[in-house]
């Protein structure tokens, strides 16, 4: 019997996962199948649920269900504990079981793809939604030596650190208008301004030899032409995608796919 997945969001249309988890498949010769799922704004439980009666193993979860899959779940792995959200989910006898690969995606995108080394240095992350919150624990996780969480308005940013376990690492709060005079060696873009185009209201805050990392995939965003522009060197969230793939594809058949040839297959396309 072929095992069936699918991601669920809205929108939908554009998810690269069906691609990419066909392509872990046929690399590592599991039998599964794998959808994309849209479902209602308001209907993310009862849309869960239905695949569940229908015999599917596991859904991703992408904008704007984390929350709600978070909510659907009977057990919580650490990570998606940590996070506050969870963007895959495991179907068995014993219950829905849920993770979040994203923060473990980024993190190795950033040190294996990249050859970034993050321990010991100066990152900010901009935005303090869903996706900066899968992804700052982590990122703690390594070790920088600080760790700036900036955002448009101060008060959500101030939530998301003060509930951070940041152990020997400073972190430090702020809305974009009062960014310190600080330059940064990391900087993660892990806000939505890439779908609309929007100018976030950061100053230069480029270390020499920084990384300026998009969490969005497929374009060239403002946010990476101005960090070009200042002499960062520019990626975007493609190999994150992928990473996280890997992580729950993982999670889901206790195999992990190699990711290098799928990211050059999408890379072509």
Known sequence: MTDRYAVIGNPIAHSQSPLIHRAFAAQTAQDISYERILAPLDGFAEVAKSLVEQGYQGVNVTVPFKFDAFNFCDFKTP??????????????DHGVYGTNTDGDGLVRDILHNLGVSIQGKRILLLGAGGAAEGV?????????????VANRTLDKAKKMVNKSHAGEVQVAAHAYADLPEHYFDIVINATSTGLSETVLPIPDVYAEHSLAYDM???RDTLFM??????GARVADGLGMLVEQAAEAFFYWRGVRPATQAVMDMLRAR
Request: charged share 5%; hydrophobic share 50%.
């Open 79 to 92: 990570q998606a504990m940590q996070a506050g959200a969870v963007n895959t989910l495991k179907f068995t």
């Open 136 to 148: 700052l624990q982590p990122l703690l996780g390594q070790v920088p030596a600080t760790l700036v």
């Open 216 to 218: 969005m995939y497929g």
């Open 225 to 230: 032409q101005h960090a070009r522009a200042a």
